[in-house]
């Protein structure tokens, strides 16, 4: 019994720090909302791909390549990371190379795709909850630049639905999230 408290000790992880402090505790806290024991090692090693004072508005879950990563919506692009025992994968895509998010879901989870200049990529079971919000976020995105069309209550309702949700998984700061239901109220 000694011996095997030794060497848990001696392989115990050394923890290391994050280059990304404020991100920290957002992410942990929507990591143990969306994510399988499995994906949470990418989630918690997610902030070594942003760049400085970038952050993540969503996460989501999906299959895509060769297995479950994550989607990280942050204000710049969207991230997909996966973060495996002897593989990294990081794909991203700028929001201006983003021409269209298609969202088709089923009964619990459902298909993301998002056309890009770079072509057609889709996610695969996306838990249809995250899979709505991410592509409404994004669609909301992509519209900001443009001339936005009559935006109908249904898209402002899950819109605000999805911030009280990033509010309340400690996603998002009080302060960001006051800001952000300011401006999706302005676009009213």
């Not at 060769?66 to 973060?83: E, P």
Request: aromatic fraction near 4%; charged fraction near 25%; proline fraction near 4%.
């Amino acid at each position: 019994m000694a011996d095997r408290e030794r060497r848990r000790r001696l392989l115990a992880p050394v923890p290391r720090a994050w280059p990304h402090a404020a991100v920290r505790t957002r992410v942990n806290a929507a990591a143990l909302r969306i994510a399988n024991l499995g994906v949470r090692h990418a989630i918690r090693r997610l902030p070594e791909v942003l760049g400085e004072g970038e952050t993540v508005e969503m996460l989501a879950t999906g299959t895509y390549g060769r297995g479950t990563r994550v989607l990280a919506l942050t204000d710049r692009r969207l991230v997909f990371y996966g973060h495996a025992v002897l593989t990294r994968t990081v794909e991203d895509v700028p929001f201006d190379r983003i021409s269209s998010v298609q969202w088709t879901g089923g009964l619990l989870t459902g298909t993301l795709a998002v056309v890009s200049a770079g072509g057609r990529t889709e996610i695969r079971q996306v838990p249809r909850d995250q899979g709505t919000a991410l592509a409404d976020l994004l669609g909301q995105r992509l519209t900001t630049g443009a001339a936005s069309a009559p935006v109908s209550a249904r898209h402002i309702t899950a819109r605000l639905g999805t911030l009280d949700d990033l509010r309340a998984s400690g996603t998002i700061t009080e302060q960001e999230y006051r800001d952000r239901r300011a401006e999706i109220l302005r676009s009213l």
